[in-house]
């Protein structure tokens, strides 16, 4: 995405679905099924799906269509799923691998050479878009079995299609979370990363309702490309015009360290800054004291979708036809047990990969 500095209107409070802010909120309350130490296996609601009509024997052969690896959080995201092949290596005989550098075209092509190659048992798929991939997800469905996570497709043909609850809860928490912290009457900014995003867009319009319904009005919304120079140069042009910012909301955690540099040059004490489970951020956090909250968008999912793709060609159930995974937030009550100063800053802490071949190193990190 480009790198970009836009002031943004605020969206109103009839843009909000209703009905998905409502189903995320509730799921944040729902206790999750599962073994407790392995999230990337847990479910939250949902049914089973059977796949015996899927079984063959191993060991499998699994490709894989990325939408890319463009960011901090797909970088590590890749990682977990290799680290998981390589743990599954008995019933993994080849994971074959296209990235479509956030390209719809590209990742439409790759799709269909991996179908027409006929060298994939099962096809796992993180697509760029919804729409646009959509039909040639269905006919890959009609030649052998689909699992899609991250991002969704218009279709229920997928054996199961993975996520975290989604971005609404992920608006939610943070939004909650500088309603109930903020002093009465003062003052939000919030900052994002592009327009058109579904996945930034959510989050925005959720924290947007819960502002609302606490009678908070953002002194200004501003797209910054997510770039650390944009965000400082936005925070520290505020700061200049409008004072004191008791609270700044991001949604993405990657410029959440930036916020708090640019309060550091202006002499300004910390506001409230939201963020989420890059190390570098958390690292701050625990460092500096201010007040923050790092709702997630876990990264154990990319183990998830491996694992999902051989359990269904060894014929065993699998969550579905949505598997909602659980989507945890660090508090200053748990934020101790994510910071780990021994992997790099753009790690995520709940990558699920602790006990993975490769562990630390593979990731970054030393022992």
């Known amino acids: 995405m480009g790198l970009l500095s836009a002031s943004v209107a605020l969206p109103p409070a009839t843009a909000f679905a209703d009905d998905a802010f409502t189903a995320e909120q509730a799921l944040l309350k729902v206790a999750p099924t599962g073994p407790a130490d392995k999230p990337w296996e847990q479910h939250i609601g949902g049914g089973m799906v059977d796949?015996?009509?899927y079984k063959k024997a191993g060991p499998h052969r699994l490709c894989f269509s990325n939408a890319s690896v463009s960011n901090p959080w797909r970088v590590v995201g890749w990682k977990v799923?290799?680290?998981e092949a390589d743990a599954e290596k008995s019933d993994v005989a080849s994971l074959q691998y296209a990235d479509a550098q956030d390209k719809d075209d590209k990742q439409i092509s790759d799709i269909r050479a991996f179908v027409n190659g006929g060298q994939c048992d099962a096809l796992i798929v993180s697509p760029t878009t919804s729409d646009a991939l959509t039909p040639v997800v269905e006919?890959?469905?009609k030649k052998l079995p689909v699992i899609v996570f991250d991002r969704s497709v218009n279709t229920t043909c997928p054996v199961t299609s993975i996520s975290s609850i989604g971005g609404n809860?992920?608006?939610?928490?943070?939004?909650?979370?500088?309603?109930?912290?903020?002093?009465?009457?003062?003052?939000?900014?919030m900052l994002r990363t592009a327009p058109g995003i579904d996945l930034f867009e959510t989050r925005s319009d959720a924290a947007m309702r819960i502002f609302k319904d606490a009678g908070i009005t953002p002194v200004?919304?501003?797209f910054t490309g997510g770039d650390n120079a944009k965000t400082k140069a936005?925070?520290?042009d505020y700061l200049s015009r409008v004072g004191q910012i008791d609270a700044v909301w991001v949604d993405l955690g990657a410029m959440s360290v930036a916020v708090a540099e640019a309060f550091e040059d202006?002499?300004?004490?910390?506001?409230?800054?939201?963020?989420?489970?890059?190390?570098?951020?958390?690292?701050?956090?625990?460092n500096t004291g201010f007040k923050g909250i790092a709702p997630t968008y876990p990264a154990y999912q990319w183990r998830t979708a491996l694992q999902a793709a051989v359990k269904v060609l060894n014929g065993q159930s699998v969550p579905g036809p949505?598997?909602?995974?659980?989507?945890?937030?660090?508090t200053n009550d748990n934020l101790d047990q994510y910071v780990n100063l021994k992997m790099p800053p753009l790690h995520y802490a709940l990558c699920g990969c602790e006990d993975l071949p490769g562990y630390p190193e593979r990731f970054g990190g030393k022992k």
């Open 139 to 141: 006919e890959a469905c």
């Open 322 to 330: 949505k598997w909602v995974l659980p989507q945890p937030t660090i």
């Open 220 to 222: 200004g919304s501003e």
């Open 234 to 236: 936005v925070v520290s």
């Open 81 to 83: 799923m290799q680290a």
């Open 266 to 286: 202006a002499g300004q004490p910390y506001p409230i800054i939201t963020g989420e489970d890059q190390e570098d951020y958390l690292q701050k956090w625990k």
């Open 169 to 189: 809860a992920w608006g939610i928490a943070g939004a909650r979370y500088i309603a109930d912290n903020m002093p009465k009457g003062g003052k939000v900014l």
């Open 51 to 53: 796949t015996t009509k």
